[in-house]
T-cell receptor, first 110, second 112 residues
Framework: GENVEQHPSTLSVQEGDSAVIKCTYS??????FPWYKQELGKGPQLIID?????GEKKDQRIAVTLNKTAKHFSLHITETQPEDSAVYFC?????????FGTGTSLTVIP | NAGVTQTPKFQVLKTGQSMTLQCAQD?????MSWYRQDPGMGLRLIHY???????DQGEVPNGYNVSRSTTEDFPLRLLSAAPSQTSVYFC???????????FGSGTRLTVV
């Protein structure tokens, strides 16, 4: 099956700085890459996604980039705020299944 | 619009007991899945379904059964609970494999 690796596992940034989380995948047939945010005690929530025919997608302070050749995709959060503190998961879909990374715990320091 | 509803939110079982975790969605999604979340291991797929009457195994199916008799419901059954099944369980649904999941709020299960 697909193998999704996510780095870093923990990330601390000062409020207002940018945060970048990176994921790699192994199967070139993967074609859909969502990102989820999980707050303490809650289920993951979809925040942005990208399909394999697109290289970049932005939604306000959040952007995702995809490099199909290198098989990696990244989440970029600009102008971070304390409410961005959470665990973020990347995922890749292939053959009717989603495979998740192991998560990044982001802390935004006021 | 309730989204994905999971019950119960918390459960303590004794080793060997059986139980069913309930999951229902009201978005008419064909795709439904069960994941378990353990510290440092992300979300691991237990079972999934691409439509009523169709189920398949994920990465960690042993010790769990599922059925999908309706589009709305996708219960997860623990046949004989073991301490290794202590985890947080999430049910999720989507319109298809190339659409994002909507997750439930989770069931925290402890097996003693």
């Amino acid at each position: 099956g697909e193998n999704v690796e996510q780095h870093p596992s923990t990330l601390s940034v000062q409020e207002g700085d940018s945060a970048v989380i990176k994921c790699t995948y192994s199967d070139s047939a993967s074609n859909y890459f969502p990102w989820y945010k999980q707050e303490l005690g809650k289920g993951p929530q979809l925040i942005i996604d990208i399909r394999s025919n697109v290289g970049e997608k932005k939604d306000q302070r959040i952007a995702v980039t995809l490099n199909k050749t290198a098989k990696h995709f990244s989440l970029h959060i600009t102008e971070t705020q304390p409410e961005d503190s959470a665990v973020y998961f990347c995922a890749a879909s292939i053959r009717n299944q989603f495979y998740f990374g192991t998560g990044t715990s982001l802390t935004v320091i006021p | 619009n309730a989204g994905v509803t999971q019950t119960p939110k918390f459960q303590v079982l004794k080793t060997g007991q059986s139980m069913t975790l309930q999951c229902a969605q009201d978005m008419n999604h064909e795709y439904m899945s069960w994941y378990r979340q353990d510290p440092g291991m992300g979300l691991r797929l237990i079972h999934y379904s691409v439509g009523a009457g169709i189920t398949d195994q994920g990465e960690v199916p042993n010790g769990y059964n599922v059925s999908r008799s309706t589009t709305e419901d996708f219960p997860l059954r623990l046949l004989s609970a073991a301490p290794s099944q202590t985890s947080v369980y999430f049910c999720a649904s989507s319109g298809g494999v190339n659409y994002g999941y909507t997750f439930g709020s989770g069931t925290r299960l402890t097996v003693v």
